[in-house]
């Protein structure tokens, strides 16, 4: 089975703070996502990457920058945390699959 | 604009009976569907899946149902159990390619009760 893992379950910064969220993917898959979950809103796409070093924007970019320096890593950057931010963060991946793994989650907290 | 639409945010339904969720989509491209399961805290996982050349594919307790004309399908829980109780999203695919992705419902949340 794919595992998607996210460094942490639950995190907490203050505004201003920039954070970094991690994801690692053990099974090789080209294409990651970072989404984010909020009540009424759904899964929101900030970010995804079909290949090392390639990004592309997703619905809602702001704030928000990644970096995909690996094909195992994909790593959400928060440049400067606003309250606004306050969220759960998912991030998935996928290969040749139409459907994604999902990884457990980050909810993040900002203060 | 929104491709995917779960037009109701929740549902409750009691033990034993059926959980009809439903699922509506505007873009005449997707042709693949999807239905994810997710608890609090947790990531989605995936539940079932139907390709539009078919209009119904079963799993267990679970069946989705594809109606292409009408752009519409429908997750079928039967029986429903308290375990069942989570957010369901409807996510759908265009044509797999290799910057594909895929576009999600806003999400229903399904309640159980014993």
């Known amino acids: 089975d794919v595992k998607v893992t996210q460094s942490s379950r639950y995190l907490v910064k203050r505004t201003g703070e920039k954070v970094f969220l991690e994801c690692v993917q053990d099974?090789?898959?080209?294409?990651m996502f970072w989404y984010r979950q909020d009540p009424g809103l759904g899964l929101r796409l900030i970010y995804f990457s079909y290949d090392v070093k390639m990004k592309e924007k997703g619905d809602i970019p702001e704030g928000y920058s990644v970096s995909r320096e690996k094909k195992e890593r994909f790593s959400l950057i928060l440049e400067s945390a606003s309250t606004n931010q306050t969220s759960m963060y998912l991030c998935?991946?996928?290969?040749?699959?139409?459907?994604?793994?999902f990884g457990s989650g980050t909810r993040l907290t900002v203060v | 604009d929104q491709q995917v639409k779960q037009n109701s945010p929740s549902l409750s339904v009691q033990e034993g009976r059926i959980s009809i969720l439903n699922c509506d989509y505007t873009?005449?491209?997707?042709?693949?569907f999807l239905w994810y399961k997710k608890y609090p805290a947790e990531g989605p996982t995936f539940l079932i899946s139907i390709s539009s050349i078919k209009d119904k594919n079963e799993d267990g307790r679970f069946t989705v149902f594809l109606n292409k004309s009408a752009k519409h399908l429908s997750l079928h829980i039967v029986p429903s159990q308290p375990g069942d109780s989570a957010v369901y999203f409807c996510a759908a695919s265009a044509p797999h390619g290799a910057n594909s992705k895929l576009t999600f419902g806003k999400g229903i949340t399904l309640s159980v009760r014993p």
């Open positions: 873009n005449s491209m997707f042709d693949y």
């Open positions: 099974m090789d898959h080209e294409n």
């Open positions: 998935a991946s996928r290969g040749h699959q139409y459907g994604y793994t």
